[in-house]
């Protein structure tokens, strides 16, 4: 059984930046890759990031060249960096453990999702 747990969402002004963070609880996060999706209001949940097992990262083109997606496989963790936030950023970020043929061109959510947490960002 895999368990995900994010935490570092707020509510932060324009141009700020936060942290999240991602703690996979089961032995899987080692050799598989990992993804954060964002859900915003009303919308449909999208991929934001990709990290494969040997740290080859893909990104969403709107967040690019502003989030950054890392992984700490000593402490079974997946980050990700958001700098220059932007109002339409606001939304439930999740982690997520991708399916064993998932690669960075390619993203598979598997069923493994934590309950999210939530990025706030006025204007």
């Known amino acids: 059984q895999v368990q995900l747990v994010e935490s570092g969402g707020g509510l932060v002004q324009a141009g700020e930046s936060l942290r999240l963070s991602c703690v996979a609880f089961?032995?899987?996060?080692?050799?598989?890759?990992m993804a954060w999706y964002r859900q915003p209001p009303g919308k449909v949940r999208e991929l934001v990031a990709f990290?494969?097992?040997?740290?080859?990262?893909n990104y969403a083109d709107s967040v690019k060249g502003r989030f950054t997606i890392s992984r700490d496989n000593a402490k079974n963790t997946v980050y990700l960096q958001m700098n220059s936030l932007l109002p339409e950023d606001t939304a439930v970020y999740y982690c997520n453990v991708q399916r064993a043929v998932a690669n960075p061109l390619t993203p598979l959510p598997s069923a493994y999702w934590g309950r999210g947490t939530q990025v706030t960002v006025s204007s």
């Open positions: 089961g032995s899987i996060f080692r050799v598989n890759a």
């Open positions: 990290i494969s097992s040997d740290g080859v990262t």
